[in-house]
């Protein structure tokens, strides 16, 4: 079972509606992300937060906007998606953003844009 | 430029009959190389890191190991709960995950 835990696992929502993805995770890891999933393609990386800061950031459009209350939390804050948005959200964590340390992914939230 | 690619695209196995996955890689200074699992949708389950050439590690049915340009996943006498997507990834040097496209794995009874 994943220690990354995302919340929630199926969302639903209009172009105009502003919603939240959630993820925590306690195994005291320092670095934080956020990938977008499509069908039948790999991660691909949106955000990075290491001890709470953001750290990078893809380019990612500002209608998605990241959020990192403290070292266990961090969430997705969304608002005027288009369906193109439609994905699996990944949070993942690991010890620090240093290269080589494992990355552990949470089980996903799955978006749909109507 | 770092790159990963992985073969082949699919691979249906008879249940127990054993194979392999290949992942290359081409990164300045490797930081080490992970495998994941991925069901469908669902995220994907952290299965190795290797980090040196010659290095091997096992787990259940599943070995992986490392050379300085590829990777190998070997599946040992698979069973249907082995079906899955297999990716591998390794660190860019700024410790931003390149991922493979993957490798669809069907087991059949």
């Known amino acids: 079972d994943t220690e990354v835990t995302q919340t929630p696992k199926h969302l639903v929502m209009g172009m105009t509606n502003k919603k939240s993805l959630k993820c925590e995770q306690h195994?005291?890891?320092?670095?934080m992300y956020w990938y977008k999933q499509k069908a039948k393609k790999p991660p691909e990386l949106m955000f990075v937060?290491?001890?709470?800061?953001?750290?990078i950031n893809e380019s990612v459009p500002s209608r998605f906007s990241p959020e990192c209350p403290n070292s266990s939390l961090l969430n997705l804050h969304l608002h005027a998606l288009q369906p193109e948005d439609s994905a699996l959200y990944l949070c993942?964590?690991?010890?620090?953003?240093?290269?080589?340390?494992?990355?552990?992914f949470g089980e996903g939230s799955w978006l749909t844009v109507v | 430029e770092d790159q990963v690619t992985q073969s082949p695209e699919a691979l249906r196995l008879q249940e127990g009959e054993s194979s392999s996955l290949n992942c290359s890689y081409t990164?300045?200074?490797?930081?080490?190389l992970f495998w994941y699992r991925q069901d469908p949708g669902k995220g994907p389950e952290f299965l190795f890191t290797?980090?040196?050439a010659g290095e091997e590690k096992e787990k259940e049915r599943l070995k992986a190991t490392l050379t300085k340009k590829e990777s190998f996943l070997h599946i040992t006498a698979p069973k249907p709960e082995d079906s899955a997507t297999y990716l591998c990834?390794?660190?860019?040097?700024?410790?931003?995950?390149?991922f493979g496209a993957g490798t669809q794995v069907v087991v059949t009874p």
């Open positions: 993942a964590s690991s010890q620090t953003e240093s290269s080589g340390n494992t990355i552990y």
């Open positions: 195994m005291g890891h320092r670095a």
């Open positions: 937060y290491s001890y709470e800061k953001l750290s």
């Open positions: 990164v300045s200074g490797l930081r080490g």
């Open positions: 290797l980090y040196s």
């Open positions: 990834a390794v660190p860019d040097s700024w410790g931003k995950l390149q």
